[in-house]
């Protein structure tokens, strides 16, 4: 006899490739999804990558003076100002403990050593040498599938994925109650200060493009509170 394919078998064939091209999208979907799931926590840990190299760097870079690494006077003309030098000849402000290798102040007195005020927010040329330094600018995070010599970003492969960085002085002020500080919240750019400085820089960088569901915010504060010396042993 003649070995052939019945109707039968015919048919149940047909209904199973026809459910597989039935499912073939949805797994392309599912994938598509999985993938762009993974370069969106990329680009995250890019930009948490990003933040933290940043608050690596000096508060202002007028805090490096004469290789001391010291307080700023800032001209902040917002009420209480609690943390401005005890006095004009002071180096601590109020409460600051009286001792040596405590943070404090540039000394007045001292010629090389004067009080000095921040530096204007943002690049100052090129030269990045404090936490504002980064502000105001834009990295595309898209790599091209180019010659190596001509390659830019930071290899991502969305259409259009930006991260934006912004530098704001905010409020300083506090009334130190204890019923404030259970019901303290973070100033936000809404808050910013702008007209002088004051002790606390908010830093925020942004993603956005087509890559994302929503625009992403990071915002990191730095304070001005100077740094203390390494305390060592004289033998």
Known sequence: MRRASSMIELVIAIVVMGIAMMTLPLMLEK?????????????LLAARTQLGDMTTYPWD?????????AILDVNSTI????????????????????????????????????????????SDGGDIDDIDDFA???TNLLAPILAETTDTGLDYKFDDLNMSIFAHYISDAANYSLQDMATFTFPTPAS?????????KLIELRLSGTGLDNNITFRTYATNIG????????F
Do not use: Y
């Open 31 to 43: 994938v598509q999804s999985s993938n762009t799931f993974a370069m969106q926590q990329e680009a």
């Open 61 to 69: 870079e007028n805090s490096l003076k004469s290789n001391i690494v």
């Open 79 to 122: 009420t209480p100002l609690t943390l401005q030098r005890d006095s004009n000849t002071s180096l601590r402000r109020v409460g600051h403990v009286f001792a040596d290798k405590r943070r404090k102040f540039f000394d007045p007195l001292e010629p090389n050593n004067a009080a000095t005020s921040p530096a204007n927010l943002g």
């Open 136 to 138: 105001n600018t834009t």
């Open 192 to 200: 910013a200060v702008t007209n002088g400085s004051t002790n606390i």
């Open 227 to 234: 740094e203390s010396e390494i305390l060592r042993r004289d």
